[in-house]
């Protein structure tokens, strides 16, 4: 299929369905994603640096002079190392992880500098059926050694624009990634895309490693998150820059790409201008109660995402209304573009007892800068 002019008419974003990855599968998987995630990532950060030896500033302002240079400082003073031992992940040992909790936010009580539109409509989580397509085999579920132990979160396949067709790129919250400041890398981090696809596993009976894990365990390998999330901790303006990338390679070692094994990835859409979002739907594996994990679900939010903000020097978070709980963090938040799904946001946050809304952040020119430089340099 042939690339998309970047000079084409943008059409606006439909309204997203149910349907909005599994309807599509992915008819533009093997494409060289448009815009940002396209040929405009790889041109990296503005010019401008920091001054060598200086000492990397990671506010959200300094970011927008780093240069290749810093970025590759950043990376190395920040590595990520994932001594993870074929087959650690058993099937007993993946049941049994716990949702990696998502960050809460009470939406609906006041707190001093926060910004906020009034909390959407709770929208109730429902399952897609099984067995999971081509399009919805792009979500899959992270698995991480966390400081309280195993843990399991959300991600989604994503387009490379370095490797056209061959991505082997996920995209997920950075909290399912570390710890924020004063905190470290999760451990033992791997990636299960269409996690029980056909619905044969469930808790409680006996199922095998096909049946839970259809396209393998895939190990990560790299890892980055925003530069804001590493100097800062708690629930605030860190979380508008809640966003994370790993790139993983199959457990085996060898054999296709994660794009390739799955049939398909996702391209997405940095910078997208907020009156172009009207509706949005968020894919995930909530693992806390009501769920239990096995399960991919997702809510369609059929109005305009509201507004959430800490810090009004950052973009604001959207919101939608959405039932899914813990596990479901990371998962993300698709909408219809030129026909083709793609990628805007991820769930970051949200609140508790009862659960009635997901906050994702705004994928601006920070995280468009990181994932340029990723998807790049980062091998």
Same mark, same amino acid.
């Given at each position: 299929?042939?690339?998309?002019?970047?000079?084409?008419?943008?059409?606006?974003?439909?309204?997203? /369905?149910?349907?909005v990855l599994t309807a599509?599968?992915?008819?533009?998987?093997?494409?060289?994603?448009?815009?940002?995630? &396209?040929?405009?990532?790889?041109?990296?950060?503005?010019?401008?640096?920091?001054?060598?030896?200086?000492?990397?500033? =990671?506010?959200?302002?300094?970011?927008?002079?780093?240069?290749?240079?810093?970025?590759?400082?950043?990376?190395?003073?920040?590595?990520?190392?994932?001594?993870? *031992?074929?087959?650690?992940?058993?099937?007993?040992?993946?049941?049994?992880?716990?949702?990696?909790?998502?960050?809460?936010?009470?939406?609906? =009580?006041?707190?001093?500098?926060?910004?906020?539109?009034?909390?959407?409509?709770?929208?109730?989580?429902?399952?897609?059926?099984?067995?999971?397509?081509?399009?919805?085999?792009?979500?899959?579920?992270?698995?991480?050694?966390?400081?309280?132990?195993?843990?399991?979160?959300? /991600?989604? %396949?994503?387009?490379?624009? *370095?490797?056209?067709?061959?991505?082997?790129?996920?995209? =997920?919250?950075?909290?399912?990634?570390?710890?924020?400041?004063?905190? &470290?890398?999760?451990?033992?981090?791997?990636?299960?895309?269409?996690?029980?696809?056909?619905?044969?596993? /469930?808790? &409680?009976?006996? @199922?095998?490693?096909?049946?839970? $894990?259809?396209?393998?365990?895939?190990?990560?390998?790299?890892?980055?998150?925003?530069? =804001?999330?590493?100097?800062?901790?708690? %629930?605030?303006?860190?979380?508008? @820059?809640?966003?994370?990338?790993?790139? %993983?390679?199959?457990?085996?070692?060898?054999?296709?790409s994660l794009e390739e094994? %799955?049939?398909?990835?996702?391209?997405?859409?940095?910078?997208?201008?907020?009156?172009?979002?009207?509706?949005?739907? $968020?894919?995930?594996?909530?693992?806390?109660?009501?769920?239990?994990?096995?399960?991919?679900?997702?809510?369609?939010?059929?109005?305009?995402?509201?507004?959430?903000?800490?810090?009004?020097?950052?973009?604001?978070? @959207?919101?939608? &209304?959405?039932?899914?709980?813990?596990?479901?963090? /990371?998962?993300?938040?698709?909408?219809?573009?030129?026909?083709?799904?793609?990628?805007?946001?991820?769930?970051?946050?949200?609140?508790?007892?009862?659960?009635?809304?997901?906050?994702?952040?705004?994928?601006?020119?920070?995280?468009?800068?990181?994932?340029? @430089?990723?998807?790049?340099?980062?091998?």
């Amino acid at each position: 299929m042939p690339k998309t002019s970047r000079r084409a008419p943008r059409r606006r974003a439909v309204p997203a /369905g149910a349907a909005v990855l599994t309807a599509l599968s992915l008819a533009a998987a093997g494409c060289a994603p448009d815009g940002p995630g &396209g040929s405009d990532a790889a041109s990296g950060p503005p010019a401008a640096a920091a001054r060598p030896g200086a000492g990397l500033p =990671t506010g959200p302002q300094e970011l927008a002079n780093w240069k290749v240079a810093d970025w590759a400082r950043f990376v190395g003073e920040n590595a990520f190392v994932n001594e993870l *031992a074929q087959g650690f992940w058993s099937i007993a040992r993946m049941e049994r992880a716990k949702a990696r909790a998502t960050p809460e936010f009470s939406h609906r =009580t006041a707190a001093p500098g926060v910004d906020r539109d009034p909390p959407p409509a709770a929208v109730a989580a429902k399952p897609v059926p099984h067995p999971y397509g081509p399009g919805t085999g792009v979500v899959g579920r992270i698995f991480m050694t966390a400081p309280e132990g195993d843990a399991a979160c959300s /991600g989604t %396949v994503v387009s490379d624009p *370095a490797n056209p067709g061959r991505s082997n790129l996920v995209y =997920t919250a950075a909290h399912c990634l570390h710890d924020g400041k004063g905190g &470290g890398w999760m451990k033992n981090l791997a990636f299960v895309p269409a996690y029980n696809r056909d619905g044969q596993a /469930g808790r &409680g009976k006996p @199922y095998t490693e096909q049946q839970v $894990s259809p396209y393998g365990r895939w190990t990560a390998v790299r890892a980055l998150v925003s530069p =804001t999330w590493l100097k800062e901790s708690g %629930v605030g303006a860190n979380a508008q @820059y809640d966003y994370g990338i790993i790139r %993983v390679r199959n457990e085996s070692g060898s054999g296709p790409s994660l794009e390739e094994a %799955v049939g398909g990835s996702i391209p997405i859409w940095f910078n997208a201008p907020r009156d172009q979002i009207t509706s949005a739907s $968020s894919y995930g594996y909530p693992a806390e109660r009501p769920f239990d994990g096995m399960e991919l679900d997702h809510c369609d939010s059929a109005v305009r995402p509201t507004r959430l903000s800490f810090d009004a020097a950052r973009p604001p978070m @959207y919101v939608i &209304g959405c039932t899914m709980t813990g596990g479901a963090a /990371g998962g993300g938040w698709f909408i219809i573009r030129d026909g083709k799904p793609n990628l805007i946001s991820l769930n970051s946050i949200g609140n508790r007892n009862p659960s009635e809304y997901l906050a994702g952040p705004s994928l601006q020119d920070q995280a468009k800068q990181a994932f340029g @430089y990723f998807s790049k340099n980062v091998r």
